[in-house]
T-cell receptor, first 110, second 113 residues
Framework: GDSVTQMEGPVTLSEEAFLTINCTYT??????LFWYVQYPGEGLQLLLK?????DKGSNKGFEATYRKETTSFHLEKGSVQVSDSAVYFC?????????FGKGTRLHILP | IAGITQAPTSQILAAGRRMTLRCTQD?????MYWYRQDLGLGLRLIHY???????GKGEVPDGYSVSRANTDDFPLTLASAVPSQTSVYFC????????????FGQGTRLTVV
């Protein structure tokens, strides 16, 4: 079945560091791919998405490119801020549902 | 403000008791979902509904039931709670099963003792 694998956390970085959170997927066909973010005490909210191969999703300085050849959708940000501390979920749109990875907790130190 | 409302926000429940978690959305979304979030396991789908009057089982449906009598409401019932059902429960919705973005409620923290 369809699945998503993302790097385990927690990831701890200093402010202004470069961020990469790896995500790979297994799916039939070419599903839409997402990154969701969960801030402390809140539900998940969509961060960015890509609906077809080579699409780049971007929002709030975060980017991810849909790579069909490597079945990947890695999340990147050039300069992280303390306010980016959260849990990040990679996900794909499967039949009847959205399938989530296990989440990566990100800590940004001032 | 449009969105998804879950109730209660938190609950401590004795094992063996029956409990219904409420979820209401005012966005007229057809598809709704219940997930549980556990440390190290991420989000796991319990049940879903693609449209009013229909429901389906997700990855971890045992011990839970749902109903979808109308578009707005999607309650989740634990018939006889067990400690392993201690978790944070999230309700979500999207326009339809083909639409890309899901909207989440704030979650219900349930502790079964």
């Amino acid at each position: 079945g369809d699945s998503v694998t993302q790097m385990e956390g927690p990831v701890t970085l200093s402010e202004e560091a470069f961020l990469t959170i790896n995500c790979t997927y297994t799916a039939t066909g070419y599903p839409s791919l997402f990154w969701y973010v969960q801030y402390p005490g809140e539900g998940l909210q969509l961060l960015l998405k890509a609906t077809k191969a080579d699409d780049k999703g971007s929002n709030k300085g975060f980017e991810a490119t849909y790579r069909k050849e490597t079945t990947s959708f890695h999340l990147e940000k050039g300069s992280v801020q303390v306010s980016d501390s959260a849990v990040y979920f990679c996900a794909l749109r499967g039949d009847d549902k959205i399938i989530f990875g296990k989440g990566t907790r990100l800590h940004i130190l001032p | 403000i449009a969105g998804i409302t879950q109730a209660p926000t938190s609950q401590i429940l004795a094992a063996g008791r029956r409990m219904t978690l409420r979820c209401t959305q005012d966005m007229r979304h057809n598809a709704m979902y219940w997930y549980r979030q556990d440390l190290g396991l991420g989000l796991r789908l319990i049940h879903y509904s693609n449209t009013a009057g229909t429901t389906g089982k997700g990855e971890v449906p045992d011990g839970y039931s749902v109903s979808r009598a109308n578009t707005d409401d999607f309650p989740l019932t634990l018939a006889s709670a067990v400690p392993s059902q201690t978790s944070v429960y999230f309700c979500a919705s999207r326009v339809d099963r083909m639409n890309t973005e899901a909207f989440f409620g704030q979650g219900t923290r349930l502790t079964v003792v």
